[in-house]
């Protein structure tokens, strides 16, 4: 099983640019999260998902949206980029809620 | 809590001893708490976890423990190696709310 996969590892966008970070995960979780992690910091809940079909807001959503067509997937969209978000992010999954959460290795995004 | 806006603390351990880490979480409705450790480069890795009807759970060379008189979490790690630095999370589910917020982490620094 590969896990929890983010693509793309690293990306620079330009101020107002958008772009889409992929998370896919083979575990058949149902419950999947989106995190950032500024620098030195700690993680904060973007978007996550209890189910196909099912996004709701976290801590830090503004400027962001996601999608859950599928289990597997759940992307993250970056419509307008700002400088504020640079950032790593990561996406997680789980089987339940009161499980352990798998982390991906993470997206490096900067924005200049 | 959380210390938003703040670098992370250090905690700096002699080979061989004992570390403690200590976290203070905001929601008395939380049920399940878990620890991370991450390294540099990394995504987040699970620990330990333990549920709220409990208030010890031992692992190998880990322990954690809750108060949830006082909303704390601590995590014990017996004979710290160099392998243990890393900068460790804790994190809670926020009862009905279905995700997994996570606290301010500190950074563990070993002394040869």
């Known amino acids: 099983n590969a896990g929890v996969t983010q693509t793309p590892k690293f990306r620079i966008l330009k101020i107002g640019q958008s772009m889409t970070l992929q998370c896919t995960q083979d575990?058949?979780?149902?419950?999947m999260y989106w995190y950032r992690q500024d620098p030195g910091m700690g993680l904060k809940l973007i978007y996550y998902?209890?189910?196909?079909?099912?996004?709701d807001k976290g801590e830090v959503p503004n400027g962001y949206n996601v999608s859950r067509s599928t289990t597997e997937d759940f992307p993250l969209r970056l419509e307008l980029a700002a400088p504020s978000q640079t950032s790593v992010y990561f996406c997680?999954?789980?089987?339940?809620?009161?499980?352990?959460?798998?982390f991906g290795q993470g997206t490096r995004l900067t924005v200049v | 809590g959380e210390s938003v806006g703040l670098h992370l603390p250090t905690l700096s351990v002699q080979e061989g001893d004992n570390s403690i880490i200590n976290c203070a979480y905001s929601n008395s409705a939380s049920d399940y708490f878990i620890w991370y450790k991450q390294e540099s480069g990394k995504g987040p890795q699970f620990i330990i976890d333990?549920?709220?009807?409990?208030d010890k759970r031992q692992g190998q060379r880990v322990t954690v423990l809750l108060n949830k008189t006082v909303k704390h979490l601590s995590l014990q790690i017996a004979a710290t190696q160099p392998g243990d630095s890393a900068v460790y999370f804790c994190?809670?589910?926020?009862?009905?709310?279905?995700?997994?917020?996570f606290g301010s982490g500190t950074r563990l620094s070993i002394r040869p």
């Open positions: 994190a809670e589910n926020q009862g009905s709310a279905s995700k997994i917020i």
């Open positions: 333990i549920r709220s009807n409990m």
């Open positions: 998902s209890v189910g196909a079909g099912i996004t």
């Open positions: 997680a999954s789980s089987y339940a809620v009161n499980t352990e959460a798998f």
């Open positions: 575990m058949n979780h149902n419950y």
